[in-house]
């Protein structure tokens, strides 16, 4: 069907609609009230012009009487507190303060008195605007929709003592070296722990677990993955230790632009990113890259010396001290030994020690150009990846991916538990290229007054989510949302055991307004699927055409 | 009844199908769209002595149904609208396919700026001719058809939003 034939075909049913109103109800309220205007009776019009001469007297009396300190209409005396009011707009102001001490009920009679009946509803209208404020009692549960529709985390049995390569349902793999949990006492965690993992590739999973892609200043983000990792030893909650990390080696291949977010949850179940500067970098350790001692020395210092992320970036900006050897021909090596007292001092005294021992002890006596050293922090495993990478690449061809990616290093680095993101700005848009930067705008959703939702918008074409809990103000406001995007507008909420559903697609560069009508749902599962089939693949691509 | 509301009845009933629809296109809110009707009904019969040709009475009745719309399009400025509050009401009600379909070319409507709406609905909706527009708005006729025109346009492009393509 052409355009134009589909627009013909909307106006011939909307002329073809039943009215919304009867004639007979308008023709009721309106012809049966209406009066004669109160300015056009003669009572009225004798009390304008009485007042009107009243007025004109008393400004000839104030000018013949030369009395310009105070000028005509300047100041008005109210009658309940007598204050002095200065300008109209204090007036205003003052009358409308006077108004919002009434009750509810002087106001409907004053309006009945003043006006006639057929423009009742439009004065009740007018009047709420003065009505005393009334606390609405809110409804609807989010917290407990929350925790119901929470997807069950993964469970796994790990050996502390022992290196461990976990692979989850969906194919993440999770890296953890031996003792790597400590215990709330700061005790290295030894034998068995167990391992609660999630893993979020959708949107389907982000909407379960309430995630969204905002940062910790509010802007969204495009993500590639959310992770739950939280280790527990009996009744103890587990962290990582300093000089330690659990790495992430997602089911896919990752975009280069992404980087590690570690996520913190507020009162209000809001969870916010924040970014982790050495994400893709797996905590140092010292290292030396040549002479014939090099590998004793590497295994002496990776095993006893582990450095947390925070020194190497302190590390990375000192500056570094050169050695020659006697001739002053040949450069020894570097060391970074004038620091301030700590792991890193002693690692590098010991690290001098040792080298200048093992020349010594050498059989030739001498420092030659085979026991030259360079004291260097880097990642345990950067060495073997560039060592590996060619090789990794050639076999990649002609071996199964499954295979490939069992050989392949971690990607990413987390020295913390709890929620992790994988997650980058989101590129620009292809409509706002030319500006070099996405304008972006505040997004309100109209929702009944006194009901508690939980709105979700969702950005398919950016992988990007934003979430909004309202208040009682019966507004939904989701921040910063980039112009020009596709996006699905889910309202949930939770009222008497029975779920509210809302779902619209919308385009977030010409927002028009939402009027929220919900769907009821009784079932949990059937709520599970209804928020299944508003996400799944059909549903995403419907809203990005 | 009297003769004056006998009369003004007599005259009204035909126009009130045209009359509400263009009230609620305009307002695009059942409550607003009575209030509006209700309204002009009650301005139009105030001052219906007045009328001397009531052959005219159609331009009269829909020429204060604008003047109170823009009104309101002014006053509304500074409200936003707030829903009931009572949660069994907002379940949506099963309304036919073709009911969605008028709601929807409402709320496509509701989005064309001031002269495009009134002039699309009043066309489309309200069964005045381009002429007769033309004299109610007090506009040339080439103006009126380019305001149809462009709202047709906008309307068809707000119902079916073009795909954007990659290049």
Same mark, same amino acid.
């Given at each position: 069907?052409?355009?134009?034939?589909?627009?013909?075909?909307?106006?011939?049913?909307?002329?073809?609609?039943?009215?919304?109103?009867?004639?007979?109800?308008?023709?009721?309220?309106?012809?049966?009230?209406?009066?004669?205007?109160?300015?056009?009776?003669?009572?009225?019009?004798?009390?304008?012009?009485?007042?009107?001469?009243?007025?004109?007297?008393?400004?000839?009396?104030?000018?013949?009487?030369?009395?310009?300190?105070?000028?005509?209409?300047?100041?008005?005396?109210?009658?309940?507190?007598?204050?002095?009011?200065?300008?109209?707009?204090?007036?205003?102001?003052?009358t409308m303060e006077k108004k919002?001490?009434?009750?509810? %009920?002087?106001?409907?009679?004053?309006?009945?008195?003043?006006?006639?009946?057929?423009?009742?509803?439009?004065?009740?209208?007018?009047?709420?605007?003065?009505?005393?404020?009334?606390?609405?009692?809110?409804?609807?549960?989010?917290?407990?929709?929350?925790?119901?529709?929470?997807?069950?985390?993964?469970?796994?049995?790990?050996?502390?003592?022992?290196?461990?390569?976990?692979?989850?349902?969906?194919?993440?793999?999770?890296?953890?070296?031996?003792?790597t949990f400590k215990n709330p006492?700061?005790?290295?965690?030894?034998?068995?722990?167990?391992?609660?993992?999630?893993?979020?590739?959708?949107?389907?999973?982000?909407?379960?677990?309430?995630?969204?892609?905002?940062?910790?200043?509010?802007?969204?983000?495009?993500?590639?993955?959310?992770?739950?990792?939280?280790?527990?030893?009996?009744?103890?909650?587990?962290?990582?230790?300093?000089?330690?990390?659990?790495?992430?080696?997602?089911?896919?291949?990752?975009?280069?632009?992404?980087?590690?977010?570690?996520?913190?949850?507020?009162?209000?179940?809001?969870?916010?990113?924040?970014?982790?500067?050495?994400?893709?970098?797996?905590?140092?350790?010292?290292?030396?890259?040549?002479?014939?001692?090099?590998?004793?020395?590497?295994?002496?210092?990776?095993?006893?010396?582990?450095? %947390?992320?925070?020194?190497?970036?302190?590390?990375?900006?000192?500056?570094?001290?050169?050695?020659?050897?006697?001739?002053?021909?040949?450069?020894?090596?570097?060391?970074?030994?004038?620091?301030?007292?700590?792991?890193?001092?002693?690692?590098?005294?010991?690290?001098?020690?040792?080298?200048?021992?093992?020349?010594?002890? %050498?059989?030739?006596?001498?420092?030659?150009?085979?026991?030259?050293?360079?004291?260097?922090?880097?990642?345990?495993?950067?060495?073997?990846?560039?060592?590996?990478?060619?090789?990794?690449?050639?076999?990649?061809?002609?071996?199964?991916?499954?295979?490939?990616?069992?050989?392949?290093?971690?990607?990413?680095?987390?020295?913390?538990?709890?929620?992790?993101?994988?997650?980058?700005?989101?590129?620009?848009?292809?409509?706002?290229?030319?500006?070099?930067?996405?304008?972006?705008?505040?997004?309100?959703?109209?929702?009944?007054?006194?009901?508690?939702?939980?709105?979700?918008?969702?950005?398919?074409?950016?992988?990007?989510?934003?979430?909004?809990?309202?208040?009682?103000?019966?507004?939904?406001?989701?921040?910063?949302?980039?112009?020009?995007?596709?996006?699905?507008?889910?309202?949930?909420?939770?009222?008497?055991?029975?779920?509210?559903?809302?779902?619209?697609?919308?385009?977030?560069?010409?927002?028009?307004?939402?009027?929220?009508?919900? %769907?009821?749902?009784?079932?949990?599962?059937?709520?599970?699927?209804?928020?299944?089939?508003?996400?799944?693949?059909?549903?995403?691509?419907?809203?990005?055409? | 009844?009297?003769?004056?509301?006998?009369? =003004?009845?007599?005259?009204?009933?035909?126009?009130?199908?045209?009359? &509400?629809?263009?009230?609620?296109?305009?307002?695009?809110?059942?409550?607003?769209?009575?209030?509006?009707?209700?309204?002009?009904?009650?301005?139009?019969?105030?001052?219906f002595e007045a009328i001397r040709?009531?052959? &005219? =009475?159609?331009?009269?009745?829909?020429?204060?149904?604008?003047?109170?719309?823009?009104?309101?399009?002014?006053?509304?400025?500074?409200?936003?609208?707030?829903?009931?509050?009572?949660?069994?009401?907002?379940?949506?009600?099963?309304?036919?396919?073709?009911?969605?379909?008028?709601?929807?070319?409402?709320?496509?409507?509701?989005?064309?700026?001031?002269?495009?709406?009134?002039? !699309? !609905?009043?066309?489309?909706?309200?069964?005045?001719?381009?002429?007769?527009? &033309?004299?109610?708005?007090?506009?040339?006729?080439?103006?009126?058809?380019?305001?149809?025109?462009?709202?047709?346009?906008?309307?068809?492009?707000?119902?079916?939003?073009?795909?954007?393509?990659?290049?």
């Amino acid at each position: 069907m052409k355009n134009e034939d589909f627009l013909d075909d909307l106006f011939k049913k909307a002329r073809k609609a039943p009215d919304f109103v009867p004639p007979g109800e308008i023709l009721e309220t309106s012809l049966k009230n209406v009066r004669q205007h109160p300015l056009k009776t003669v009572a009225a019009k004798l009390i304008i012009g009485l007042t009107a001469l009243a007025a004109l007297l008393l400004i000839s009396t104030r000018l013949l009487n030369n009395d310009h300190s105070k000028p005509v209409g300047d100041t008005v005396q109210t009658h309940d507190s007598g204050k002095s009011l200065q300008t109209p707009e204090d007036l205003m102001v003052s009358t409308m303060e006077k108004k919002n001490t009434h009750s509810v %009920d002087s106001f409907q009679s004053e309006n009945t008195f003043n006006s006639s009946t057929w423009r009742t509803s439009v004065n009740e209208q007018r009047s709420s605007m003065y009505r005393p404020q009334v606390t609405i009692p809110l409804t609807g549960d989010i917290k407990k929709l929350m925790l119901m529709q929470q997807a069950p985390s993964q469970e796994f049995t790990i050996n502390c003592s022992r290196d461990t390569i976990l692979t989850a349902a969906s194919g993440t793999k999770f890296h953890i070296e031996s003792q790597t949990f400590k215990n709330p006492s700061g005790k290295t965690v030894t034998g068995p722990a167990s391992l609660q993992v999630k893993e979020c590739y959708d949107h389907f999973s982000f909407a379960r677990e309430n995630l969204s892609t905002a940062d910790d200043s509010g802007s969204l983000l495009e993500t590639g993955g959310m992770y739950y990792i939280n280790a527990l030893q009996g009744a103890d909650t587990l962290s990582i230790r300093p000089g330690y990390e659990v790495g992430i080696t997602p089911n896919y291949e990752v975009p280069e632009r992404m980087d590690l977010y570690y996520g913190q949850r507020d009162s209000n179940e809001h969870i916010a990113w924040e970014k982790d500067p050495l994400g893709k970098t797996e905590c140092p350790v010292f290292i030396s890259t040549g002479g014939k001692y090099s590998r004793i020395m590497n295994h002496y210092f990776s095993k006893n010396y582990k450095l %947390d992320k925070a020194t190497m970036l302190g590390l990375r900006d000192t500056q570094w001290t050169s050695h020659f050897t006697s001739d002053m021909r040949k450069v020894l090596g570097h060391t970074n030994c004038d620091l301030k007292p700590g792991l890193v001092k002693n690692a590098c005294e010991k690290f001098t020690q040792l080298s200048h021992e093992m020349a010594l002890s %050498d059989t030739f006596n001498v420092i030659s150009r085979f026991t030259e050293f360079t004291f260097q922090c880097m990642g345990r495993n950067r060495a073997a990846f560039y060592a590996l990478k060619p090789l990794l690449d050639s076999v990649r061809t002609y071996i199964p991916e499954s295979d490939y990616r069992n050989v392949q290093i971690p990607l990413f680095f987390a020295i913390n538990t709890g929620w992790l993101n994988l997650d980058c700005p989101p590129t620009l848009n292809i409509r706002y290229k030319k500006r070099h930067i996405t304008p972006k705008q505040d997004v309100t959703i109209h929702i009944p007054e006194g009901m508690r939702v939980n709105g979700t918008l969702y950005l398919p074409e950016q992988n990007s989510v934003a979430r909004s809990v309202n208040n009682e103000s019966g507004r939904l406001t989701f921040r910063s949302i980039p112009k020009g995007q596709k996006a699905i507008l889910l309202v949930t909420s939770l009222i008497d055991e029975q779920f509210y559903v809302f779902r619209k697609e919308m385009d977030t560069e010409d927002m028009m307004p939402v009027q929220v009508k919900f %769907d009821k749902i009784q079932e949990l599962e059937a709520y599970l699927a209804w928020l299944r089939n508003a996400l799944t693949a059909e549903g995403m691509a419907s809203a990005t055409k | 009844l009297s003769n004056k509301q006998q009369e =003004f009845t007599a005259l009204y009933l035909p126009l009130h199908p045209q009359l &509400a629809r263009y009230c609620k296109a305009l307002v695009n809110d059942t409550d607003d769209a009575k209030d509006l009707l209700s309204d002009t009904v009650s301005i139009a019969y105030q001052q219906f002595e007045a009328i001397r040709d009531h052959s &005219a =009475f159609k331009y009269y009745l829909f020429g204060i149904a604008i003047r109170l719309f823009r009104k309101k399009l002014s006053r509304s400025k500074t409200f936003i609208s707030i829903h009931s509050p009572v949660a069994e009401t907002l379940v949506s009600s099963s309304a036919s396919d073709a009911q969605s379909d008028v709601g929807h070319l409402y709320q496509a409507i509701d989005r064309l700026n001031p002269h495009q709406k009134e002039i !699309v !609905v009043l066309f489309e909706l309200s069964g005045f001719s381009l002429n007769e527009i &033309a004299e109610l708005k007090n506009m040339n006729l080439s103006t009126v058809k380019t305001h149809l025109s462009r709202g047709r346009q906008e309307l068809i492009r707000i119902l079916n939003p073009r795909k954007e393509t990659i290049h």
